[in-house]
């Protein structure tokens, strides 16, 4: 083998390496641009979740505000509904109390009914009396008839004092006595006046 040989060997080794060495190099090349483009996926990945992060955080933190707002409502309904069914025994007893004064009312009510009905009944007949003693009065000739009635009725009860002191054996007279015991023993006098009443024109 000459010189020329080994220097071409050499040659060729030399020309192996770098060619080696350049495809190694745009071997690494292409895998550092894939591994850049994966990692600036990654980026824009890393940056979507922390955008879809946020809007997680700011929806929590809306259902949260959302959760104590309605535990607030829910506690207002609470107390609400506890005023509510104190109004509601409160209308109860009231109801309860307007329907016994109702029936109570209502029975008075019947009572003055029939009171009324009953003075009414009264109020006509006294009305009647009334009409007929006026009717009597009014003319001479009733008036005349009422005189004879009530002499006719003193005459009767003049009578029948007559008839109890024969019975008592009493012995009419003053006995001989002006005044016995302070009171006079003559019998009284009655005295009856009659008016005329003209009839109403």
Known sequence: MGKNNLTVVIILFLIGITVFSVFKYVSLLREQIILYNDLEQLKTQATALESEKGKLSEMLEQKKELADKLKEENLAIKDNLVETKNKLEQTEATTKKLASESASLKTENINLKEENKNLNTKLGVVTQEKENLKTRLSSLSELKKAIREVKRQMHT?????????????????????????????????IKIEVNFIPPNK
Do not use: A, C, M, S
Request: no cysteine; glycine share 12%; hydrophobic share 25%.
């Open 157 to 189: 009860v003049g009578r029948q004092i007559q008839e109890k002191v024969k019975t008592n054996h009493l012995v009419e007279g003053n006995r001989g006595f002006l005044i016995k015991d302070g009171q006079p023993t003559y019998p009284p006098k």
